[in-house]
């Protein structure tokens, strides 16, 4: 196991070595990706949350997932109950900010 993971860690530093150009060359796109990719994550784990907690359940009872493509992004936050557990109808008739 200890040689395996020192022969895949070898095989990696080559292969970065080899691409350093590409990757110092397109570094800023990529850490946009990881910025967008880490924010979706992070509104979507504290949306499911806030909808268990509104709901009244445990916080793993309710999940989410995200996604960003070429048309654009967006979090779906659902109950992840086998037979549903109503927290997100809940919120979606129920869970909004009054404005006075």
Known sequence: MRDESIDNLALLTNAV???CGDLVSNL???MAGWYRS???????????????D??????????YSFSDDEDGCH??????DAEGNGSTELAYKYFHIPIH
């Open 17 to 19: 070595y080899a691409n």
């Open 75 to 80: 979090i779906d936050v659902f109950d992840d």
């Open 38 to 52: 880490t924010l979706l994550n992070t509104l979507g784990l504290a949306l499911s949350q806030s909808v268990a």
């Open 54 to 63: 509104f709901a009244g359940v445990q916080g793993d009872s309710v999940s």
């Open 28 to 30: 800023g796109g990529m």
